[in-house]
């Protein structure tokens, strides 16, 4: 055997599920000689010809089998059989995804990331299709929020004309929508499994601490989302930082009230988890800055750095707060890094990229000294409110406790975490970071009158 066939061997079998099937799809077989050959297996051995066609990149064989499924021949029944068997199968597809810890925002912004926005299009209306099997009250709210945010919802009349509604919409011709399929289907099916961070659809239980608290959480984000908005509109750098302290301050502030509501409550809330996506370029230094807003929040991270994306743990609205602030953050530090314009080294060859990473990496540090200090100085303040508020006095066994917690819940669904330094390689770009975020004013003291 050659070494060519050999190694299209290996990948054959790496890229074939158990059983030789997608998912646990196999043909159907013990029926009488005549029934043996039905369409729908046809279509799946087609399909798991393609997947490890894609996964080998023997490009010849997965445009001759793409053009099976394009044109319905073969035995596969047609183009309108094609198009059930392969609306079942995306379906099914994620209902494993769904039971291997995948949430909907996860799926799409992968198969985004992976392929582009249509792709991801497709990836929000399979999604939308194969949530109808569920009852509203066995989905958990932070799934149902995930659905709204994705605008999955079922805007085509019957499923075996799905694919040819999505294709017409998207102006594709047969055989550029069985590829583009045949590509969210690749994504499917090479997801590894993640951590499970919420109950999949269908088991779910609505209620908790959490969605009792859900209306003033709301109030308190719509406070830090206002003043975030100003700083990101001002064009005056230590304007935009006030704006950002302030948001921090209510942040802590908040946190603190709910900590100490949740002790004395019957119920406590539990630490969760939620997954932002990182986006290119800078992936590492946007991540150091996320971990950086997270841990002034008393929230930990952690960087699936092959699946774009952070894993961020703590108390519920402590991950709302530390989204929201991050967002703002990264958007003005961007701005911040872009106005210091291009570079070039001394022989006159480009230097921005060096100089833009470790601009961002000494951003993302000096940010995290300042939150974590005004996150210090609103916990300093309440200790000394204590004696005001006799439900307070047990502040900081509180706040401790919770920090426990929420290390035992990385402890519980993370195993073998591996640290990774990050470099920096220009000094220019580590001092103008720096001085970036100097520029900040992060006092939490400080205050804006209109807002308090």
């Known amino acids: ?252 502030r908040y946190s603190i009230d709910y900590a100490l509501l949740s002790a004395g409550a019957a119920r406590h809330d539990e630490p969760a988890g939620r997954r932002i996506g990182i986006d290119n370029p800078y992936e590492a230094q946007k991540s150091l800055l996320l971990g950086a807003v997270a841990g002034a929040n008393r929230c930990r991270t952690v960087w699936s750095e092959d699946l774009g994306f952070v894993t961020v743990l703590g108390f519920p609205f402590d991950l709302d707060g530390v989204e929201l602030l991050f967002t703002s953050l990264l958007v003005q530090a961007t701005g911040a890094m872009v106005a210091a314009g291009s570079r070039r080294d001394a022989y006159g060859r480009s230097s921005t990229r060096s100089f833009r990473q470790s601009f961002l990496t000494a951003y993302a540090q000096r940010i995290g000294e300042r939150l974590t200090a005004a996150t210090e100085d609103v916990t300093e303040q309440a200790g000394r409110d204590a004696a005001d508020r006799p439900a307070a006095k047990g502040l900081l066994p509180v706040l401790a406790s919770r920090e426990a917690k929420v290390g035992a819940f990385v402890d519980e669904i993370f195993s073998g975490l591996v640290s990774k330094p990050v470099t920096v390689s220009n000094r220019e770009g580590w001092e103008s970071g720096r001085a970036a975020a100097d520029r900040a004013h992060l006092n939490a003291r400080r205050s804006i009158a209109t807002e308090s």
């Open 1 to 252: 055997m050659s070494s060519k066939n050999r190694e299209r061997r290996k990948a054959k079998q790496k890229a074939r599920p158990a059983g030789g099937s997608v998912f646990g799809l196999t043909e159907e077989r013990g029926r009488p000689a005549e029934q043996r050959v039905h369409p729908a297996d046809v279509v799946v051995r087609l399909v798991n010809d393609s997947l490890v066609a894609l996964y080998a990149k023997d490009e010849a064989t997965a445009q001759r089998r793409c053009a099976m499924l394009a044109d319905g021949s073969g035995g596969t029944g047609g183009p309108r059989s094609v198009d059930a068997a392969l609306t079942m199968l995306l379906q099914r597809m994620l209902t494993l995804l769904w039971q291997q810890g995948w949430q909907p925002a996860d799926v799409f912004r992968l198969v985004q990331r992976r392929h582009g926005a249509r792709h991801g299009r497709l990836a929000v209306d399979v999604i939308a299709a194969e949530m109808r099997v569920y009852g509203a009250a066995t989905v958990d709210e932070r799934w149902e929020a995930q659905l709204g945010e994705l605008g999955a919802t079922v805007w085509w009349e019957r499923d075996d004309q799905f694919l040819s509604a999505f294709g017409e919409r998207e102006g594709l011709d047969r055989t550029a929508l069985i590829r583009c399929v045949l590509e969210v289907m690749f994504v499917f099916n090479s997801c590894p499994a993640v951590q499970k961070l919420c109950p999949p659809p269908g088991k779910a239980r609505r209620g908790s601490l959490v969605a009792t608290a859900a209306q003033g959480h709301a109030r308190q984000l719509d406070r830090v989302r206002a003043l975030l908005a100003k700083a990101e509109s001002t064009s005056f750098a230590e304007e935009a930082e006030t704006y950002s302290a302030k948001a921090q301050e209510l942040m802590a």
